[in-house]
């Protein structure tokens, strides 16, 4: 079993940056992927972004240049790096993780960004 912990939400405003942490239980390249979802109020859970352990990182097109996925891998953290944040960004942001055929979530962490 993975466990994931996120942090680094908040509020801020149109424009602002943020940097959101997940850390996960165990060594991360034991993990298929790490990937990052966002779900508003009303809406369904989506993608954000991925980080697979092979290949190259992935980004939803409403995000592309603006979100950066990265990883310390001494710390078994993932981190996502959003930068020119917009209001439609606001949302409980999701840390995934990939084990074989398994997927584990974190308990999610709020981002509010203001006009």
């Known amino acids: 079993q993975v466990q994931l912990a996120e942090s680094g939400g908040g509020l801020v405003q149109a424009g602002g940056s943020l940097t959101l942490s997940c850390a996960a239980s165990?060594?991360?390249?034991?993990?298929?992927?790490m990937g990052w979802y966002r779900q508003a109020p009303g809406k369904q859970r989506e993608w954000v972004a991925t980080?697979?352990?092979?290949?190259?990182?992935t980004y939803a097109d409403s995000v592309k240049g603006r979100f950066t996925v990265s990883v310390d891998s001494a710390k078994n953290t993932m981190y996502l790096q959003m930068n020119n944040l917009r209001p439609e960004d606001t949302a409980v942001y999701y840390c995934?993780?990939?084990?074989?055929?398994?997927?584990?979530w974190g308990q999610g962490t709020q981002v509010t960004v203001s006009s």
């Open positions: 165990e060594n991360i390249f034991r993990l298929n992927a």
């Open positions: 980080r697979p352990q092979f290949g190259s990182r």
């Open positions: 995934n993780a990939e084990q074989r055929s398994s997927n584990y």
